[in-house]
């Protein structure tokens, strides 16, 4: 399933959160660690993987780090089919 136009950002948050609590079983870490680690209450990990809340680059990043996971990997998705060649200058 790729991003379309037709995705709202409560559907991106949802299929982005799945990926999140499904890289958090695979480390075997709980809802608790995670948040401990981040700063965050094990609620707002909850509320970031049900899709519920947006998470914030800055703190995406952290979470990736933690869980040991490329940010890409959560992302692949919504960035399959883009190259190297995008540029963030115009």
Do not use: W
Not at 3 to 17: K, L, V
Not at 18 to 42: E, N, P, W
């Amino acid at each position: 399933m790729s991003e379309t136009r037709s995705d709202t950002p409560a559907q991106i948050n949802t299929r982005i959160g799945k990926r999140i609590r499904t890289a958090r079983k695979t480390r075997g870490m709980s809802q608790t660690q995670l948040g401990d680690a981040l700063g965050v209450s094990f609620q707002q990990i909850g509320k970031y993987e049900s899709g519920l809340n947006t998470i914030s680059v800055p703190t995406f990043l952290t979470l990736c780090r933690v869980l040991r996971v490329r940010p890409a990997t959560i992302l692949e998705e919504f960035v399959a089919g883009q190259t190297s060649q995008t540029s963030l200058h115009a």
